[in-house]
């Protein structure tokens, strides 16, 4: 597996700011994976994303990308990425269709940008002025912005943000889709339903500094309780008890009980939630 980016001894900070906001970081994502960088509000996120997507410069450290020095790529850096920033920025005045022509038009690929507008269920509000659009409609259209050169790799901050259930599930299945074309993307969220359903590894960004890397699964394991608890009937009686999971086929006890009529049973998994607050303590400013 490839690495399509790797940051050594990231720090960066804003001129207008004492303390560097990005302190000494060192990562690296893969390619044609999801890579998800969660926190809390003001860590940092989408500093590190704007630094990637050369947004911002001036910063110390190295950033590679595909294996060459990010500051050497000029133009075709831009070709190769697609950008949805975390507050929408559209021209109010024009309408979506003329918005994504304009944007279309700074880039030598395109998608089929009226297609993208149907599937994300814009297509019928295309020559709408987007001054006029809600919150959600703006927020699809930003991706759809994001996408419109057909990049390798997405930077999405909140693509989600916003959305009700049924609009956020056709971004993260576009999303799905751009994976399986085995593409990268890097996504920031608060949403830890969405990094559940997306992210192939997942860091943990507090007050710039981060977490190690790893997969949704491994950050369970690391902080599940190692236990099962059992809710069973036992004559009118609805009892609940807790076994630790290790070396359960034997445990005689566990093995007794589940003979009762079973209501409900589960392993001891913590959420995402939980770990993410366990993991950036209480740092959030
Ligand atoms: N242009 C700027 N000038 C000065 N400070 C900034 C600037 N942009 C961001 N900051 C500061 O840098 C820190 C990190 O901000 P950033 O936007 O990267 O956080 P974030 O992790 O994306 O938070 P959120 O989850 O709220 O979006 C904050 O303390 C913020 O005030
Ligand atoms: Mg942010």
């Known amino acids: 597996m490839n690495n399509i980016f790797e940051i050594k001894n990231l ?33 940092g996120k989408s500093t590190t994303q704007k630094i990637l997507t050369k947004l911002l410069t001036g910063y110390s450290g190295e950033i590679l990308y595909l294996g060459r020095n990010l500051l050497e790529y000029g133009k075709p850096f831009y070709e190769n990425i697609g ?18 022509t304009y944007f279309a038009g700074l880039y030598k690929k395109q998608i089929d940008y009226e297609k993208m507008l149907s599937v994300v269920g814009l297509f019928d509000a295309r020559n709408q002025m987007v001054g006029e659009y809600s919150k959600g409609m703006k927020v ?19 693509p989600t943000n916003g959305l009700d259930p049924k609009n956020a599930k056709v971004i993260k299945d576009l999303i799905l889709d751009f994976k399986r074309q085995g593409k990268t993307v890097v996504i920031t969220t608060h949403l830890m339903g969405d ?6 590894e997942v860091v943990f960004m507090t007050n710039g500094t981060l977490s190690e890397i790893a997969t949704p699964r491994e950050w369970k394991i690391k902080y599940g309780k190692k236990e099962v608890a059992v809710e069973y009937a036992n004559a009118d009686d609805l009892r609940k008890k807790v076994y630790p999971l290790d070396n359960l086929g034997n445990n005689p006890e566990f093995l007794e009980d589940i003979k009762h009529p079973m209501e409900t049973i589960h392993s001891g998994e913590t959420s995402l939630e939980d770990i993410f607050i366990r993991v950036t303590g209480d740092h959030d400013e």
């Open 11 to 43: 720090v960066f900070k804003y001129p207008s700011i004492q303390e560097p906001t990005i302190k000494n970081i060192s990562f690296s994502i893969k390619e044609g994976k999801i890579f998800g960088l969660l926190g809390p509000s003001g860590a």
């Open 83 to 100: 950008v949805g920033f975390e507050m929408p920025v559209h021209f109010n005045k024009l309408t979506a269709l003329e918005n994504l």
């Open 140 to 158: 699809r259209l930003n991706f759809v912005r994001a996408m419109i050169n057909d990049p390798d790799i997405l930077f999405l901050d909140e």
């Open 195 to 200: 990094v559940e359903q997306l992210c192939d």
